[in-house]
């Protein structure tokens, strides 16, 4: 199932190239109340399952557009983030492996570098990646993002998957050059904290529509141009090892995010600029254009 975050304040199942707007339904039936936020259809999920086929056959669907969606989670209580969690080792974007020189640290110390990223930092599809004053290299990183489903603390890797709602985009946009250039592990937080530099969408495909997270093609194109291509069996860690340690670290909340790690090194990524069109693709879940301006000045 694909579920949408559409405006002003509605919930939507996607399907082929149609919106099912489901917040009314949802209400009158006394399910969630109106207005209810992706949040509230997670934490419910298992009751909402059961009676989502008959309310949908109630609800008159609209054209699919992407002007019209909201990020997916708009407040979640915290979005981690994996660095340098692909193999790499390839230069090539066709091998789909990842791009730049393969890192000699371990899997658990590739954990250990997990960050975190505000919250404000959230942005939708066809929304604008605002460059900020005093940054001029801008990087936009793909990157699979898991949703999590439940409430978690201390889950083992056999338990990390029930954990799991569903999987969307998000890009880890990214000022590498921003203030000094020192430090730069340290300071990975501020370069990737800025408004709008954590766009997600355009919609959560729920886990059982996902078998197989390790096995996805992702894409990012800048105007027209092919600039990134993974596979998600190239990551480190994968879905159950980061959840499980990162549960040891925070408890785990429904609708909370984590971006899973981008493919390329920074050497084979190009600065964004004032007009680029971006497009991203995860295979399961969907596309997701955004555009890029810079913050006047």
């Known amino acids: 199932m694909k579920i949408a975050a559409i405006k002003p304040e509605n919930l939507a199942i996607v399907r082929d190239d149609s919106l099912f707007p489901i917040g009314e339904a949802l209400a009158r039936e006394g399910l969630l109340p109106l207005g209810a936020s992706m949040t509230d259809f997670i934490v419910n999920y298992e009751r909402l399952n059961e009676r989502l086929p008959a309310l949908l056959e109630k609800v008159i669907p609209t054209p699919l557009d992407p002007k019209l969606l909201k990020p997916p ?37 590739i954990l250990e570098k997990s960050f975190l990223k505000p919250p404000s930092a959230i942005t939708g599809p066809e929304e604008t990646i605002i460059i900020p004053k005093g940054a001029q290299t801008i990087f936009p990183e793909l990157e699979l993002c898991i949703v999590i489903g439940k409430k978690g603390r201390y889950l083992s890797k056999q338990q990390a998957l029930e954990a799991v709602f569903g999987y969307t985009i998000i890009l880890d946009v990214t000022a590498r050059d921003y203030g000094s250039g020192k430090g730069l592990p340290g300071s990975r937080c501020v370069r ?32 027209g141009e092919l600039r990134q291509m993974a596979k998600t069996d190239a990551m480190v860690n994968g879905v159950p090892d980061l959840v499980s340690y990162l549960s040891h670290v925070t408890t785990l909340f429904p609708g909370d995010l984590i971006a899973t790690g981008n493919p390329d090194s920074p050497a084979f990524q190009q600065k964004l600029a004032p007009g680029d069109r971006l497009k991203s693709e995860i295979e399961g879940i969907g596309t997701m254009s955004l555009t890029v301006e810079r913050e006047p000045a």
Request: hydrophobic share 35%; aromatic share 8%; glycine share 10%.
């Open 192 to 223: 990737k904290g800025f408004e709008t530099f954590a766009p997600i969408g355009p919609w959560i495909t729920t886990r059982e529509d996902i078998p197989d997270p390790h096995d996805l093609i992702m894409r990012l194109w800048v105007n």
């Open 73 to 109: 989670i708009e407040r979640p209580t915290k979005i981690w983030a994996a660095a340098t969690n692909y193999k790499r080792g390839s230069t090539g974007i066709e091998e789909a492996r990842g791009r730049g020189t393969a890192g000699e640290a371990t899997p658990q110390e």
